[in-house]
């Protein structure tokens, strides 16, 4: 996966020495003085994604670090001279992505931060919408989603050669919400030709438990898992947890959005599995065939298109959000500090409009990627769809960046 990320384009990595300075960020939290680590951790699905805005982040105008007496603790020493409103993340902040636990355990750790045994995060990247207690879920109360870009999820199988799927995945074939439901929730349809395949059995796979990817498939199909739980109910004892660990050789319970399981069990004749779609066309481009023999398939007679998935008429579509602290308290957490919001908030470097891009001094001339030269938001196009770097960049890894919204953020928000 990494290798695919460096052949799409650079990890941009720079120390910049200039006097660009950056925008105001939120008002929150202390005010800061020195440059800061934004950690984010969660969700799978967005990890390179994010890792990759981060790098945008990480390299954009900000002070000049460099004095005749150099300061060694991140400070701006030449910031009384320096106007920043001609910057983008003026103390140079840095992100880094966490390896990924899946949504829910990054939102965990963000409300049990600071107690003994959880690692240090700032924001969680997630796939999923809220689960407060009002929704069945047991995220803390006072977090912020903000929601940047959408994906779907829609059912992968291994079409051709004979196997069963494969009458399902051409032409106008698809399968119906009804039908995905007693796939993977009722147990009652487990041979392909119970749904209008060939004959042959049906071996579920699902996507490992906290999954932000497997909690949202299971909502389509009118399932709230419960904390800590996969969709494993029509999966036989012996190819789950206890008897196999997920992820392993024999499970049925996969690392989402991957199909090494699948592959490495023998199973691509009989398996059915759900996948992002964004990230099945980072991993094998644009199409709904992969070089692995996957395919995915239709649901309601609709394509997961990124036109559907942004209208919201494909059904199985979804939000892809950061999350943070926006109260007082959230759980053990506190209110996030300014070098986070700056980063991920729905004012930040993510969500902020074009215009708030521009220098101070000349007014209304965009700041650029000081390596590409490039926008970070241009003006919406003919067709109203966003333009610069940060959408290109979501749109690289499979997704669709949201359009500018009433407030003129590109950006939206729930909460907990």
Request: contains cysteine; proline residues 6%.
């Amino acid at each position: 996966m990494i290798k695919r990320i460096l052949k799409k384009g650079p990890v941009l990595l720079c120390v910049l020495v200039g006097a660009m300075l950056l925008t105001a960020g939120s008002a929150m939290g202390a005010a800061q003085t020195t440059s800061q680590q934004v950690v984010g951790s969660g969700s799978d699905t967005t990890y390179y994604m994010m890792t990759a805005l981060g790098d945008l982040y990480n390299q954009a105008p900000g002070c000049n670090a460099l004095a005749s007496t150099q300061p060694l603790d991140g400070s701006c020493p030449n910031s009384g001279s320096e106007n920043k409103g001609d910057s983008i993340n003026y103390f140079h902040d840095y992100t880094v992505e966490r390896w990924p636990l899946g949504s829910s355990a990054g939102i965990n750790q963000l409300c049990k931060h600071g107690l003994a045994n959880v690692a240090n995060v700032s924001f969680a990247r997630s796939s999923r919408v809220p689960l407060g207690a009002a929704a069945g879920g047991s995220d803390c109360s006072g977090l912020r989603f903000v929601g940047y870009a959408k994906d779907a999820i829609t059912w992968e199988c291994f079409p051709g050669g004979g196997n069963p799927c494969t009458s399902l995945t051409t032409g106008s074939n698809s399968l119906t919400q009804a039908q995905l439901k007693a796939v993977f929730v009722q147990c009652t349809d487990t041979n392909w030709s119970q749904i209008g395949g060939g004959a042959g059995a049906i071996d579920v796979y699902v996507p490992q438990a906290n999954s932000g990817s497997g909690i949202s498939w299971a909502a389509y199909l009118g399932t709230t898992l419960a904390a800590g739980q996969a969709l494993d109910t029509c999966i036989p004892a012996g190819n789950k947890a206890p008897a196999v660990q997920p992820n392993q050789p024999g499970s049925h319970v996969s690392a989402e959005n991957t199909n090494a399981l699948i592959v490495g069990n023998g199973d691509k004749a009989n398996a059915i599995f759900p996948f992002s779609v964004g990230v099945y066309h980072f991993t094998f481009g644009s199409g709904f065939t992969g070089s692995d023999g996957s395919s995915l398939g239709k649901i309601n007679g609709v394509q997961a298109t990124a036109a559907n998935i942004l209208a919201g008429t494909f059904p199985a579509s979804r939000f892809l959000f950061n999350v943070y602290c926006h109260a007082a308290t959230c759980g053990n957490s506190k209110v996030a500090p300014v070098w986070t919001t700056k980063f991920i908030g729905e004012g930040g470097f993510l969500c902020k409009n074009e215009t708030k891009f521009n220098a101070a001094s000349p007014p209304n001339n965009p700041i650029l990627d000081p390596i590409t030269h490039q926008k970070y938001r241009g003006a919406p196009d003919a067709s109203s769809n966003p333009t610069g770097e940060i959408p290109d960049t979501i749109g690289q890894f499979g997704f669709v960046p949201l359009k500018k919204q009433g407030t003129g953020s590109y950006c939206i928000t729930q909460n907990t």
